[in-house]
């Protein structure tokens, strides 16, 4: 399996991340796409030191930036999420074999999360986040949301379904109508991550986008990290 993350900004935190994956499992493959506003070079103070690692690290342009208008528990968030994912796909497209795609702020702290997927078989592997109770933009009210920082695909069963739209809406509702219900009409393999539960990380992790609580639960939970 590939652990895959993605990194726009939050450098810092990607980095203790992916600390995390690399104590509890050693010899899986890791990789990370690092997005820019205008230059690759952004980067270059920090992407040695992630390759140190046996990181594989990939470049790509930011295409969506709202500057002053927050992502974060907005439909904006439908654009930010499927950007990642998209360009992820578009690397691995081909590849056969489970990818983990995630977001800066996931880290582990038992390896609960990642034994689970790696001993499943699975086309799609999914955790649930809480639907906005505003309602969706443009799809019908759901109660099964999808959690956009995590989430497993076998890429080359799920083709027909990439790209995933890039739209204003609530990411929750968008991967559920554009990848999660999808897959189950067609009858693929689909597994609900148990160690995901909305905001309870079942003790391998904390949601949280903050590096200090970051650093204190691996410290707690003795997964050796260095900072940047």
Same mark, same amino acid.
């Given at each position: 399996?590939i *652990?895959?993350?993605?990194?726009?900004?939050?450098?810092?935190?990607?980095?203790?991340?992916?600390?995390?994956?690399?104590?509890?499992?050693?010899? *899986?493959?890791?990789?990370c796409?690092?997005?820019?506003?205008?230059?690759?070079?952004?980067?270059?103070?920090?992407?040695?030191?992630?390759?140190?690692?046996?990181?594989?690290?990939?470049?790509?342009? /930011?295409?969506?930036?709202? /500057?002053?208008?927050?992502?974060?528990?907005?439909?904006?968030?439908?654009?930010?999420?499927?950007?990642?994912?998209?360009?992820?796909?578009?690397?691995v497209?081909d590849?056969?074999?489970?990818?983990?795609?995630?977001?800066?702020?996931?880290?582990?702290?038992?390896g609960?999360?990642?034994?689970?997927?790696?001993?499943?078989?699975?086309?799609?592997?999914?955790?649930?986040?809480?639907?906005?109770?505003?309602?969706?933009?443009?799809?019908? /009210?759901?109660?099964?949301?999808?959690?956009?920082?995590?989430?497993?695909?076998?890429?080359k /069963?799920l083709?027909?379904?990439?790209?995933?739209?890039?739209?204003?809406?609530?990411?929750?509702?968008?991967?559920?109508?554009?990848?999660?219900?999808?897959?189950?009409?067609?009858?693929?393999?689909?597994?609900?991550?148990?160690?995901?539960l909305?905001?309870?990380?079942?003790?391998?992790? *904390?949601?949280?986008?903050?590096?200090?609580?970051?650093?204190?639960?691996?410290?707690?939970?003795k997964?050796?990290?260095?900072?940047?």
């Amino acid at each position: 399996m590939i *652990i895959f993350y993605k990194n726009y900004k939050r450098t810092d935190r990607t980095f203790l991340s992916i600390q995390s994956v690399k104590h509890l499992f050693p010899d *899986i493959d890791i990789r990370c796409l690092f997005l820019y506003d205008t230059n690759p070079s952004e980067y270059d103070s920090e992407i040695e030191i992630f390759k140190s690692l046996d990181v594989t690290c990939y470049l790509d342009k /930011k295409t969506y930036n709202f /500057k002053n208008r927050s992502g974060a528990g907005s439909a904006l968030n439908g654009y930010y999420f499927t950007e990642g994912i998209n360009k992820i796909y578009n690397i691995v497209k081909d590849i056969d074999t489970k990818v983990l795609i995630l977001d800066e702020d996931s880290y582990f702290t038992n390896g609960n999360t990642i034994n689970f997927l790696l001993s499943n078989k699975f086309d799609l592997g999914w955790a649930y986040w809480k639907c906005p109770s505003s309602g969706a933009i443009k799809y019908p /009210k759901r109660d099964i949301g999808i959690n956009g920082s995590i989430l497993a695909i076998n890429p080359k /069963k799920l083709n027909k379904y990439f790209p995933i739209p890039e739209v204003e809406e609530y990411i929750e509702y968008l991967l559920g109508f554009e990848l999660y219900d999808k897959c189950l009409n067609d009858g693929l393999s689909v597994v609900k991550i148990p160690t995901r539960l909305y905001n309870d990380y079942c003790e391998d992790g *904390i949601f949280n986008n903050d590096k200090e609580v970051i650093i204190r639960d691996l410290t707690k939970n003795k997964i050796t990290f260095k900072e940047l």
